[in-house]
């Protein structure tokens, strides 16, 4: 019996893991190794396991609950679940197709919308200053999420300690980064 | 002088510029000329890789690039992030011909493949064993927990020579010390990541586990490689129970620094928050550290004094 038996079809979305990773998600036999070592699954909805299950059946029902999901966006790209897998197969990969999936969708739940807004902050200041620079990173977050007062007891002892530089570094080759994001971006509208 | 190509990456200009002070210090010492690599930019980090392939392979591609137009053969980049998107996106290259085709054109220059990276463990563990082996004479005697986490513990084909559930690459590092490095459970453990301002109660949990851990199994203090991690470890420990409380979190090669007998502000150690003082000051440099100098660190530990 072949591995494909299994399920009942590929979907889109196996397939476009499948071209992306290499993963078959058909492979996947449940163990749950994955969830076990996972040291975020207490703070997500869908387990590493189950979203491997909810790509193999094929059903749109189960693929729309993944791309909802807050677990997507409660992974720290630790890798465990990759590095235990059995099967050799690679989640951490997984999920990050179905974020950009979730994203393209606009299908990001609400509960993640501060992990979401943290990403988004971060790139943003690369893309205008070439690096990450820890002001601008935070001042968009805090307007982004409303969380005003997110830290702000470590700011002043950062910057006593060296640690928050005042003026934000900005490269040469700015433009040669920013057309790195123009060109990836379009990536997010395939 | 043995030159090395260096990335520090953006979070060693500021949250992390421990890393940067002791990596150049220790170098510095070992005769080891770091040489920066011009105009770099940022990795990607977490976020690229979150949310768009193309970019998060494609901004490691430029500073790929830049290394190797400025004829570095090999670059350090300490941070544990940075050396797990770089190193990874030359496997990711080589892998695929039509990834490279496609990333050369998203950043219009050209790039070989030809530049090895080199993480903060394989660095210290190569002057310990080369420039700084006869200055390392400062027997700390410690016991030491060695912090991997994530990436310089896994990736396949990134971090290579080690076992990925149980690493040992900082072992000779701190036993050159003079310290003895314990035997622990959380060595691999995330310590939350890159969710310190999103998802800041998962950060606390995961780290408090990681700290108590490191004390449980007798350990002085914890060492990392991993700004993330550091600051993770040692700026959230006020959100803490108990259990994660007044553990100094320092970086290898502050330690491998403080052994060679260099002096602890140099390499950053009166920048965490975490008081390191009760470690630094008694064997390296007593009576030169100032109570001010600790800042406005309000955790007093007492290494071996629990």
Same mark, same amino acid.
């Given at each position: 019996? @072949?591995?494909? /038996? =299994? ?5 889109? !979305?196996?397939?476009?893991? +499948?071209?992306?990773? &290499? ?44 791309? @909802?999901?807050? /677990? =997507? ?5 630790? !890798?465990?679940?990759?590095? +235990?897998?059995?099967? &050799? ?102 | ?306």
């Amino acid at each position: 019996m @072949s591995a494909h /038996a =299994l399920t009942n079809r590929e979907s889109l !979305l196996a397939a476009r893991i +499948r071209e992306e990773t &290499g993963v078959k998600v058909a492979e996947c036999y449940q163990c749950g190794k994955c969830t076990a070592g996972c040291p975020m699954a207490r703070w997500m909805d869908i387990s590493p396991n189950q979203i491997m299950r909810n790509l193999q059946t094929g059903d749109e029902a189960d693929e729309n609950r993944l791309l @909802s999901c807050q /677990a =997507l966006w409660h992974c720290a790209g630790c !890798l465990t679940c990759t590095q +235990r897998c059995p099967k &050799g197969l690679d989640p951490a990969a997984v999920m990050d197709v179905l974020r950009e999936a979730a994203r393209r969708r606009g299908t990001v739940p609400a509960s993640a919308r501060k992990v979401l807004a943290f990403h988004e902050a971060f790139l943003k200041t690369v893309e205008d200053f070439g690096r990450m620079n820890e002001w601008p990173l935070v001042a968009r977050y805090k307007l982004a999420t409303g969380d005003l007062f997110a830290d702000v007891l470590l700011a002043p002892e950062m910057l006593l300690k060296g640690k928050l530089p005042i003026v934000p570094h900005a490269i040469r080759g700015r433009e040669e980064v920013r057309r790195i994001f123009r060109e990836s971006r379009k990536k997010e509208k395939r | 002088m043995k030159a090395c190509g260096y990335y520090p990456g953006c979070s060693l200009a500021g949250g992390g510029v421990e890393l940067d002070l002791s990596i150049r210090e220790v170098s510095k010492a070992a005769g080891v000329d770091l040489r920066e690599i011009e105009d770099w930019n940022c990795c990607g980090a977490t976020a690229a890789h979150c949310l768009n392939h193309d970019l998060a392979v494609a901004l490691p591609y430029r500073v790929l690039s830049l290394a190797e137009e400025q004829g570095l053969a090999e670059v350090l980049a300490p941070c544990a992030a940075c050396f797990s998107r770089l190193k990874g996106t030359n496997l990711r290259l080589a892998r695929s011909a039509e990834l490279a085709g496609r990333v050369r054109a998203v950043v219009g220059r050209p790039y070989g493949g030809g530049v090895k990276i080199v993480n903060v463990n394989e660095f210290c563990g190569r002057l310990a064993a080369g420039g700084l082996k006869d200055k390392l004479s400062k027997p700390l005697g410690l016991k030491v927990a060695g912090y991997y986490g994530c990436l310089l513990s896994r990736g396949e084909g990134i971090v290579e020579g080690e076992d990925p559930e149980n690493p040992s690459a900082m072992d000779a590092v701190i036993r050159a010390a003079g310290c003895e490095p314990v035997s622990w459970n959380f060595s691999t453990e995330c310590c939350g990541g890159g969710f310190s301002m999103s998802k800041t109660e998962a950060v606390v949990e995961l780290s408090a586990a990681v700290l108590a851990d490191a004390r449980a199994a007798g350990a002085d203090l914890v060492v990392t490689g991993c700004p993330m991690c550091h600051s993770n470890l040692d700026m959230r420990q006020r959100s803490m129970g108990s259990e994660g409380r007044g553990m100094p979190v320092l970086y290898l090669s502050e330690l491998l620094g403080l052994a060679c007998g260099l002096k602890p502000e140099a390499l950053g150690l009166n920048r965490h928050f975490t008081d390191a003082g009760p470690i630094a000051s008694p064997l390296s440099v007593r009576g030169e550290r100032r109570p001010s100098e600790c800042g406005a660190s309000r955790n007093t530990s007492t290494p071996g004094g629990r």
